[in-house]
């Protein structure tokens, strides 16, 4: 049992470091054709912030506009240009038909969604490990405490 949580260990560190190379090759390439994209929200536009509500033992997020680019009206893809009230409207509009961003924003969302699952799975495949030898060193503890309460 141990044996097949570490196989499983190997194959998630495995495809979290498949899915790592894969983002970090669409990052060079959105470089590429954005040199001039906003670095603090990487051209989205838009970012997640957390919020502790009182109330929830969970924080929140919420999706703000970056501050730096679109807050101030300038293109999330290239911060050299400014845009108008309707540019800024259609930007954040993000299921946009005609935006060409669109396709490679959700690429980065979906490996960014797939790593974070990977990441999880490896904390609970650590966990069920460490709970099997926990489990496995008890029995073989109980079980020398038997033989050496064996009298001959």
Same mark, same amino acid.
Request: charged share 35%; aromatic share 10%.
């Given at each position: 049992?141990? =044996?097949?949580?570490e196989n499983d260990l190997t194959l998630a560190k495995n ?9 970090? =090759? ?6 590429? %054709?954005?040199?001039? @994209? ?7 536009? =838009? ?14 997020? =919420? ?30 509009t993000k299921r946009d038909i005609n935006y060409p961003f ?6 980065f969302e979906k490996i960014m969604k797939e790593i974070a ?11 069920? %490990? ?5 489990? @496995? ?16």
């Amino acid at each position: 049992m141990i =044996r097949n949580i570490e196989n499983d260990l190997t194959l998630a560190k495995n495809e979290i470091k498949d899915l790592k190379d894969k983002y970090d =090759r669409l990052k060079v390439t959105f470089g590429e %054709k954005y040199p001039n @994209h906003c670095r603090h929200c990487d051209g989205k536009g =838009r970012y997640d912030i957390e919020i502790n509500n009182e109330q929830s033992f969970y924080p929140t997020t =919420r999706n703000v506009e970056c501050i730096n680019c679109l807050a101030e009206s300038f293109n999330p893809l290239d911060i050299n240009v400014h845009m108008t009230e309707l540019e800024v409207e259609v930007f954040n509009t993000k299921r946009d038909i005609n935006y060409p961003f669109n396709d490679e924003r959700d690429d980065f969302e979906k490996i960014m969604k797939e790593i974070a699952i990977l990441q999880n799975t490896i904390e609970q495949l650590y966990e069920w %490990k460490l709970a099997l030898i926990e489990e @496995h060193n008890i029995r073989n503890a109980a079980e020398d405490e038997e033989k050496s309460n064996i009298e001959y």
